[in-house]
């Protein structure tokens, strides 16, 4: 017991890199933050265009929301079929070889923040997919009915209760990034589970490990509970039932 | 009451819809005139619901041509949602937005689309309110209101961009019998006040009161049309006849 306690919470033995953890912590909250606003944002994107039909007689309009549609689709497709390290590694290693402008000087942060972003986009674009699939068709009637354009009805209509209706999944899709912040690592982006690996190397000792899960906990363990808050609200709304085991 | 001033007639021509092998609309043709107040019957499946929704191109008509004065709704080059917003539509379901409170219901669509200042959508959203009788619940979500109430919410949020002309798709159909007279009041009281509306309805009571013509469909078709009184106590065609001592 006394080696547990000495290799996983040995207090001499963080306190030298307490300051080293937190700033770690703090780049992997950015990650995950920064990520989460472009992939949220251009996941909305990516599920409109999935959801795209239009009844307009005009030809070029039909094709174009065709195309759209069909590109969003690939897209979500391949990207939800990768892992995210290799999407990471791969821009890491190429991006530089590329020479287009501003991405080929990207640095490890910025990589890892493209590179979980263009993954996530696809994730969160199917919870949003579905959220937009529940929101019922006489919604979208009644804001046409009143004269909005199709973009109107989707932001005024649409999109608020689609995203209402998805927030449980979204939050765990968003616990799921927090965690995935930890690959940029492998792009020596010093986010926590780097920093504390690296003080592990050093010193032998696994509390730096420890100390970077309970920093993830502390995130963690309150959004898991909003989840669990929510889907106990929407049960009681819905009236849905427990399972009862006698 | 001020929707009774401005133009509202409708014209519908040679409609059809079709959806697949299915013609629900087989050559329909309508005119309603400013102020007119016409009532659609017909048992379930006979089109009248897929001609209301037509007029307005919530469902897009597979032939046939459909105005509102002399502006062609139909037209390939029509701004379809500056005439749609001329045309206010009530449906079955209320389609309240619940993410929103009864007077957001109300306001959105002046101030999204028409650019109307928040405060003077307000004012007329809450003038709206009062006129069907639900001031007091301006404040509370759709989903804490009676079905007869959300019903008149949502005749409030259509007739907030002053419209020309009413449709109503079976609006007292999903009620609780004892909510329809507090939605039927409203209606009447628009009718009285000039509105051209088109009424899909079942409730024969307020088509013999209220309306100024009554036409009777089935199977896509208009079969027989007329002053209500004339159609409901004479009716000449087999198939009204039939319908008639089925409701009646």
């Known amino acids: 017991m006394g080696t547990i306690?000495?290799?996983?919470?040995?207090?001499?033995?963080?306190?030298?890199?307490?300051?080293?953890?937190?700033?770690?912590?703090?780049?992997?909250?950015?990650?995950t933050l920064l990520s989460l606003l472009f992939a949220g944002t251009g996941a909305l994107v990516l599920a409109v265009f999935r959801q795209t039909r239009t009844a307009r007689p005009s030809l070029l309009k039909r094709a174009g929301t065709c195309v759209m549609r069909v590109l969003a689709i690939v897209y979500i497709d391949v990207f939800r079929g990768l892992p995210a390290l290799l999407v990471i590694i791969m821009l890491y290693v190429s991006l530089p070889f590329t020479g287009?402008?501003?991405?080929?000087?990207?640095?490890?942060?910025?990589?890892?923040?493209?590179?979980?972003?263009?993954v996530y986009m696809a994730y969160l674009a199917e919870i949003f997919r579905a959220g937009i699939e529940a929101v019922e068709r006489g919604q979208v009637e009644a804001a046409r009915s009143?004269?909005?354009?199709?973009?109107?009805?989707?932001?005024?209509?649409?999109?608020?209760?689609?995203?209402?209706?998805?927030?449980?999944?979204?939050?765990?899709?968003?616990?799921?990034?927090?965690?995935?912040?930890?690959?940029?690592?492998?792009?020596v982006v010093g986010e926590v589970v780097y920093v504390a690996r690296t003080s592990q190397a050093v010193t032998l000792n696994s509390t730096s490990l420890t100390g970077a899960a309970v920093l993830f906990l502390v995130v963690t363990l309150p959004l898991i509970r909003i989840v669990d808050r929510y889907i106990e609200r929407d049960r009681r709304r819905r009236g849905g039932g427990r399972v009862v085991i006698r | 009451m001020s929707t009774s001033s401005g133009p509202g007639s409708v014209r519908v021509e040679g409609l059809v819809k079709r959806f697949g092998d299915n013609e629900v609309l087989c050559g329909i043709d309508l005119a309603v005139a400013r102020g007119e107040v016409v009532c659609v019957i017909g048992p379930s499946g006979s089109g009248k619901s897929t001609l209301l929704r037509c007029m307005n191109l919530i469902e897009t008509p597979t032939s046939g041509r459909v105005f509102i004065d002399e502006d062609e709704i139909t037209a390939p080059d029509a701004d379809t949602n500056a005439l749609r917003s001329r045309m206010g539509m009530v449906f079955q379901?209320?389609?309240?937005?619940?993410?929103?409170?009864?007077?957001?219901?109300?306001?959105?669509?002046?101030?999204v689309v028409k650019k109307v200042p928040r405060a003077d959508a307000h004012a007329r959203g809450m003038e709206l309110l009062r006129r069907v009788g639900l001031e007091e619940k301006a404040n509370e979500n759709p989903r804490s209101l009676s079905g007869g109430q959300q019903q008149r919410v949502a005749i409030a949020r259509?007739?907030?961009?002053?419209?020309?002309?009413m449709l109503f798709d079976e609006a007292t159909s999903a009620l609780d019998p004892e909510l329809v007279g507090d939605v039927l009041a409203v209606m009447r009281?628009?009718?009285?006040?000039?509105?051209?509306?088109?009424?899909?309805?079942?409730?024969?009571?307020?088509?013999?009161?209220?309306?100024?013509?009554?036409?009777?469909?089935?199977?896509?078709l208009i079969v027989e049309s007329g002053l209500p009184a004339d159609v409901l106590a004479n009716p000449r065609q087999e198939r009204t006849q039939r319908f008639l001592a089925r409701v009646l």
């Open chain 2, 93 to 111: 379901q209320f389609n309240l937005f619940p993410h929103m409170t009864a007077i957001e219901n109300i306001t959105v669509a002046p101030v």
């Open chain 1, 5 to 31: 306690k000495d290799l996983f919470f040995s207090w001499d033995a963080v306190r030298p890199v307490l300051g080293d953890l937190l700033r770690g912590f703090w780049v992997t909250i950015q990650l």
């Open chain 1, 100 to 118: 287009i402008p501003v991405f080929k000087d990207f640095t490890g942060f910025q990589v890892a923040v493209l590179g979980l972003t263009l």
């Open chain 2, 158 to 165: 259509a007739l907030a961009m002053e419209p020309e002309v």
């Open chain 1, 146 to 187: 009143l004269g909005m354009s199709n973009l109107q009805s989707l932001r005024k209509v649409v999109l608020p209760q689609a995203v209402r209706r998805v927030i449980p999944p979204l939050l765990n899709e968003i616990i799921i990034l927090s965690k995935d912040t930890s690959l940029a690592g492998v792009i």
């Open chain 2, 189 to 220: 009281e628009l009718a009285q006040a000039g509105m051209t509306m088109v009424v899909v309805t079942h409730e024969m009571g307020f088509a013999r009161e209220v309306c100024d013509r009554l036409v009777f469909m089935d199977g896509g």
